[in-house]
Every structure is written in structure tokens, then in C-alpha cells.
């Protein structure tokens, strides 16, 4: 059984969604990076400080349940709205936050046994992950998917609106200079677009056992 899973890809494409699954088909942890990046970016939207300050002085916990903590307090619902999707987005280009955040994420990975999903996992973070898997799908279902999701948490959702905001993070995320977002050479390419939630993670699970 592959001990480290990498699964990178753009926004939507169900990497959050499959990998949770994974992980408690596994008996692994599953480590959200997106939420971390999220984390930062609504310190920097609440206390008003610049990206280098809140970096230096952050602390980031996820717990089991998926639950996130920022400074001590539970920050799991307020870092899904669409402005801090934007923010999270706009810090992930400073090299000082991506530095920190990239500490962190492989000491949580050193015990093995873990599924980690981001933007740069397969190809900065984890380089020698057992497994990488660059999951993806279209833009129309991926703000369907993102539409539908925010709809369920009563967020307002504007179908157009949301299809802007997922090709601007797209285009933000894979050019960027320091870790875009990008498939690592060695990761297998996944197109969720035709696929439902059960078949993606079916699909992962007998990749991670050969
Ligand atoms: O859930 P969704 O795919 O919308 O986004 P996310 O995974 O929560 O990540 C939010 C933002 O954080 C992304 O748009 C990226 O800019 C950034 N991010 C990153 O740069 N590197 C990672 N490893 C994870 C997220």
C-alpha cells in the first residue's frame, strides 16, 4: 500500500472531497492544504497586517474531524466564502507564506500514512510521494460542482459569477512564480469531468494498493 498520496489539481475538480473519502477508506490522514492557504488569508482579511507579518506569527491546526483552528479558535466555516477563496489565492503568490505553509505540511507528513491535497504537493512539497494523482475537470462542472456546494452551505450563488472566479484563480494559481499550480512529471492525470464521486475514489484506491 502506497504510505504517501499527493493529489494536486485546479479548484472543484473533488480533491477535497475523494481524498476524505480515501483517507477514511485507508485508515490515513487526510491534510487539507487549501485550508491552510485559507488560514493565512483570512488572518490578513481580519487583523488588516500584510501577508509577512501574519506569516511570521500564525499558528494553523487541522484536527481529524476536518475541523481548522487559526490562532486557537475554529476558523472551519468562515474560511469557505468566496472572498477568502480570492484571498487565499493572492497570498499563496508570496514566497514567505508558501515557505512556512510548505514547513509545516511535511512535518505533518512525516509520519506517513497520509493523503495531502493541494496545488503543489506532487511537485514541491512531497516530491517523493508513493502516489501522485493531478485531478481534474472541466471548468463548466467545476463551477457546477462549486455552485451546488456553496447552494447546500445557504451560501448566495451566482452560477456565472462563480465560473469567473474559478478560470481568474486557474489562470493566478498555474502562473505564478514560486510553485504553480501544475502536474508533477511523474503523477497520473485523472479527469473527473465524466466521472462521479465513488468512481474518482475507486480509481485512487486501486492505484494506491499496487
Ligand atoms: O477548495 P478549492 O479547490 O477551491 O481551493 P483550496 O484547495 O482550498 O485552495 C485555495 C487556494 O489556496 C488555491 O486557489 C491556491 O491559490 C492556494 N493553494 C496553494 O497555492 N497551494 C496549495 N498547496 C493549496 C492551496
Request: charged share 30%; net charge neutral; hydrophobic share 40%.
Amino acid at each position: 500500500m502506497k504510505k504517501i498520496i499527493a493529489v494536486d489539481g485546479p479548484a472543484g475538480a473533488g480533491k477535497s472531497t475523494v481524498s476524505k473519502i480515501v483517507a477514511a477508506r485507508l485508515g490515513y490522514t487526510y491534510i487539507d492544504t487549501g485550508a491552510m492557504y485559507r488560514a493565512v488569508a483570512l488572518k490578513v482579511l481580519l487583523s488588516g497586517k500584510t501577508v509577512e507579518d501574519v506569516t511570521q506569527n500564525i499558528d494553523i491546526k487541522l484536527d481529524e474531524s476536518g475541523k481548522v483552528f487559526l490562532d486557537g479558535h475554529e476558523v472551519t466555516k468562515e474560511i469557505r466564502t468566496p472572498e477568502v477563496s480570492r484571498g487565499a489565492s493572492d497570498v499563496a503568490k508570496f514566497g514567505v507564506v508558501r515557505k512556512r505553509l510548505t514547513e509545516l505540511q511535511r512535518e505533518m507528513a512525516t509520519q506517513g500514512k497520509v493523503i495531502m491535497d493541494g496545488r503543489d504537493i506532487g511537485t514541491q512539497v512531497l516530491p517523493n510521494a508513493d502516489l501522485k494523482i493531478f485531478l481534474t475537470a472541466s471548468v463548466e462542472e467545476r463551477a457546477r460542482r462549486r455552485f451546488e456546494e456553496l447552494k447546500e452551505k445557504n451560501f448566495a450563488a451566482d452560477f456565472e459569477q462563480i465560473k469567473k472566479e474559478i478560470s481568474l484563480r486557474d489562470k493566478q494559481d498555474s502562473e505564478r512564480e514560486i510553485a504553480p499550480l501544475a502536474q508533477a512529471e511523474d503523477a497520473i492525470l485523472l479527469d473527473s469531468t465524466d466521472l462521479n464521486i465513488e468512481q474518482v475514489v475507486e480509481k485512487i484506491l486501486q492505484l494506491a494498493a499496487c
